[in-house]
């Protein structure tokens, strides 16, 4: 936590970063009102603490001004006991707390993590407005999702820009959000779709503005970089950034300040960049689409997420957790898949990834009147067979029927036979069977092993 304190009275202020200091909480102090002005416009701070009675600018002043044009960020202030009426019109102003002169430090201290912490409770209930992912997790055993974890648990605790690349629905989103739950930051993940947002928009929502900057502005608006202050802030489809727009995100990474629309001045933010894109931003570089300056900026440390249909053994795993997941949402009874409905399902090759697959699941269980998700209850996936499956490739009917059996099946179960069907299609050859599946011939010997598969004959 950051602090500043703004009194002129030297000791008091010496006095109490001496104490807060130990206590975890970084204390710069001003004199004056005209300093501590300067402080806020050039550092980012998580509270104000400000006397009343100054000369030049004082503490009411200087919330005013704080509230009006400076950074958001939660105000006290303190007072003599002959001035509790100017600590009523400040709380009017928008202070959030007052202190009576001579107070407890260890009150202060305990006034300092409460304001701090409601507004931090407010920023994250903002940003879940907006937020992306819903508590999944990375699920799959694959090599290549094992990367991806593997740096996010490099990336997150560290400052540096990331860029997220892959295609849609392969769950940029959701690694964004692991990046920002390892990173140890206290602010909230702050989470926008450019491309979702119509493009006179984009400046207002992620920078602000003042009130009167254009028609219809009756009021300060703070942008999503300052709601991410002490945060993350993902911006999503970067790629799809119009240009103009491109230089003033470069000089917010660059000078950590944002300029709100009809403001003056800058407002120092603290906020950790991750951008993600399904788009090729070299090609776009080339053809002159996206800032040179800008893709080498949040390119520091990249994650590529790979699509489902390189996450060999993935499938089934997944499969089963959102099967989980989502009948526990719909208050659902399930017992599993039936091989039909995983033939279906191992058959395909997902065009939409991870978020297909979920929104299959979701689907099925709705449609759904047994006690196993069926073969019927997957029939959209149908086309996805072609050759390899029973010839049909309309979407209702024909054939679905005869392949499924109606038997439930566990995820152990649904396991072994993803393993027993792929050694059969790679003719029981086990290094091209774990290359499939996407797991280390070790893992596969094991596997076979233990589902009791040696019998498969090696060529």
Excluded at 69 to 94: F, K, Q, T, Y
Excluded at 434 to 443: D, H, K, P, Y
Aim: overall charge negative; hydrophobic content about 40%.
């Amino acid at each position: 936590m950051r602090v500043l304190i703004v009194d002129d009275e030297k000791r008091l202020g010496e006095a109490l970063a001496e104490y807060l200091g130990p206590e975890g909480i970084e204390v710069k102090t001003a004199l004056d009102g005209l300093a501590g002005k300067r402080l806020l416009e050039e550092e980012p701070f998580d509270v104000l603490l400000t006397d009343l009675r100054m000369p030049g600018l004082d503490g009411l002043d200087l919330l005013k001004w704080a509230r009006e044009e400076g950074p958001a960020l939660p105000v006290m202030v303190m007072s003599a006991h002959g001035e509790i009426r100017d600590a009523v019109s400040a709380l009017r102003l928008g202070a959030c707390d007052y202190l009576v002169k001579p107070f407890d430090p260890e009150e202060l201290v305990m006034r300092l993590h409460k304001a701090v912490g409601e507004r931090r409770s407010r920023d994250a209930l903002e940003a879940g407005k907006r937020s992306y992912g819903d508590g999944v997790s990375l699920v799959g055993e694959s090599p290549a999702i094992q990367e991806v974890l593997r740096l996010i648990d490099k990336a997150g605790p560290a400052t540096s820009t990331v860029l997220i690349t892959g295609e849609s629905g392969t769950g940029k989103e959701v690694a964004a959000r692991l990046i920002h739950e390892s990173s140890g930051r206290q602010g909230p993940l702050v989470a926008v779709n450019l491309g979702a947002l119509p493009e006179n928009l984009i400046e207002s929502e992620l920078f602000g503005y003042e009130k009167g900057a254009f028609t219809g502005a009756e009021g300060r608006k703070v942008g999503l970089f300052e709601t991410a202050h002490d945060g993350t802030l993902f911006l999503d489809e970067i790629g799809e950034l119009p240009l103009h727009l491109q230089v003033k995100i470069l000089r917010a990474i660059q000078e950590r300040k944002v300029q709100r629309l009809g403001g003056l001045r800058g407002v120092p933010v603290d906020a950790r960049l991750v951008a993600a894109t399904n788009r090729d931003l070299e090609a776009a570089v080339r053809e002159g689409r996206f800032r040179e300056d800008l893709y080498y900026r949040i390119n520091v440390i990249r994650i590529h997420m790979p699509p489902l249909r390189e996450r060999g053994g993935d499938v089934p795993l997944l499969a089963g957790y959102f099967l989980g997941k989502i009948a526990a949402e719909l208050g659902r009874k399930i017992d599993g898949f039936s091989p039909g409905a995983l033939a279906l399902l191992e058959h395909h090759r997902f065009p939409g990834n991870v978020r297909e697959l979920e929104n299959a699941i979701e689907r099925s269980l709705i449609l759904s009147e047994g006690s196993v998700i069926a073969a019927r209850d997957l029939q959209f996936f149908a086309p996805s067979l072609g050759a390899g499956g029973n010839g049909d490739s309309s979407t209702r009917g024909g054939g679905a029927s005869l392949l499924d059996s109606g038997e439930a099946m566990s995820l152990a179960e649904l396991e072994r036979r993803a393993i027993a069907s792929a050694l059969a299609r790679n003719s029981y050859h086990r290094e091209r069977t774990a290359a499939e599946l996407g797991i280390s011939r070790r893992t596969l010997l094991n596997k076979i092993k233990e589902y009791g598969l040696e019998s498969s004959r090696n060529p």
